[in-house]
């Protein structure tokens, strides 16, 4: 897995916080945002590592 930290550690925190909250609304608006902006973060990440390595 390439992004761990992301994968392993944000996500679940994030629905996990949101099942502690009883934020449902939330959850299914915001996550799938994040998840986006998530995706972008990553896509820029790889493009930067590529370059070095």
């Known amino acids: 897995v ?14 996990g916080l949101g099942f502690l909250c ?4 939330t ?5 799938p ?6 995706f972008i973060r990553i896509s820029q990440e790889e493009k930067a590592m590529k370059n070095l390595y």
Not at 22 to 25: A, F, M, P, R, Y
Not at 27 to 31: A, C, F, K, V
């Open 33 to 38: 945002i994040y998840l986006i902006v998530l």
């Open 22 to 25: 009883h934020s449902w609304k």
């Open 2 to 15: 390439r992004h761990p930290n992301y994968f392993l550690n944000i996500i679940p925190e994030l629905i």
């Open 27 to 31: 959850m299914t608006i915001g996550l």
